[in-house]
């Protein structure tokens, strides 16, 4: 973390703790506020993504002894109250020791937001802030030391950096999407990713697997995967949210007189279903709990009625389509058509 964010940010008000918290406190408050605005739970959510960086920042730094103590100077500094150590002979000066190297009295100091110097007395040399809090925090002794190495910015630890998430993308078939699958992935420098998709995958539906991308420093966390999937089309099965969706073909006679006829599953059954005597083509019959398994429950398999028309007849089946034709002379199902369409 740089250590402009330790004059800016106040990890107690962020975590919601006093000043004065110990640590079990500490950890109590990050683990209750991690889990509120974890990601997994606010999904596309940026404020509460961002208030979840947030509070590991401020976890990462009030949880570390040496980090906390500080970070508690540089605030207390910022403030312009800092006369909390004792300075004296022989010993190591407090906050009022070191203003008065730069300018002879810690209450004539001038901290210059613009220019990162301080200034004094007429003549006095215009001491870096890095030299100040380099002094303070252990790195060179006298004027115009410089932060150790190792240390971002005015004399502040930089903590382990979390590795880059990882963008990929990966195609899946109709049957996997639907009941979970594992794929292996080989990213660009060669490593191999195992990765469990999860059931009910739609097409498109982007993926975000933890510490699955690239790793982080020693001590840090890997990076994400940002897996979007691509879904393969069935030749049978559609899908229509968690719902299944099947053409179920019947004849004219099943839809005409009726009849209880197979409807297939993704799973390789068939349920029965009854064709209710004069059921036109495009009816939906509805297959309860057959369909995708989600997070709200399981969906339903929807199968739409297609009555199949004969392309050569009969005879005698001929014969009797024009029995039929001759009782329904005088009805014209188009009869409010060209009506309706003028409405």
Do not use: C
Request: glycine content about 16%.
């Amino acid at each position: 973390m740089a250590s402009q964010d330790w004059f800016e940010k106040d990890f107690y008000a962020i975590l919601g703790v006093p000043k004065d918290a110990d640590s079990g406190a500490i950890k109590k408050a990050y683990r209750k506020l991690a889990r509120t605005h974890h990601p997994d739970k606010n999904p596309g959510d940026a404020a509460a993504e961002q208030k979840f960086k947030d509070i590991g920042e401020a976890h990462a730094v009030l949880s570390d002894p040496k980090q906390r103590e500080e970070y508690d100077a540089v605030r207390q500094m910022a403030r312009g109250g800092a006369r909390f150590t004792a300075g004296g002979p022989g010993g190591n000066g407090g906050f009022d020791d070191i203003f008065s190297h730069f300018g002879g009295g810690g209450q004539r100091v001038r901290f210059d937001t613009g220019g990162g110097s301080y200034g004094g007395y007429p003549g006095g040399g215009g001491e870096d802030i890095n030299d100040l809090l380099s002094q303070m925090f252990g790195g060179a002794a006298g004027g115009g030391g410089r932060p150790q190495p190792g240390y971002a910015g005015y004399g502040a630890p930089r903590g382990p950096r979390k590795g880059a998430d990882v963008q990929a993308s990966t195609t899946l078939p109709f049957r996997d999407a639907v009941e979970g699958s594992t794929v292996t992935l080989r990213t660009a420098e060669g490593r191999t990713i195992t990765a469990r998709i999860p059931a009910g995958v739609k097409d498109g539906q982007k993926i975000r697997l933890r510490g699955k991308g690239q790793p982080g420093e020693p001590g840090a966390a890997a990076g994400d995967l940002m897996l979007t999937v691509a879904v393969e089309r069935h030749p049978v099965f559609g899908r229509d949210g968690d719902n299944l969706t099947v053409d179920l073909p019947v004849t004219f006679a099943e839809a005409t007189l009726g009849a209880t006829v197979a409807v297939p599953t993704l799973d390789g059954s068939s349920v029965k279903v009854r064709i209710a005597p004069g059921t036109p083509s495009g009816r939906v019959l509805r297959v309860k709990g057959r369909g995708v398994a989600g997070r709200s429950g399981t969906g339903d398999l929807l199968a739409k009625v297609q009555v199949v028309v004969p392309a050569e007849l009969s005879e005698r089946a001929r014969e009797a389509v024009e029995v039929l034709r001759a009782e329904a002379e005088g009805t014209d199902p188009r009869a409010d058509l060209a009506e309706r369409a003028r409405a």
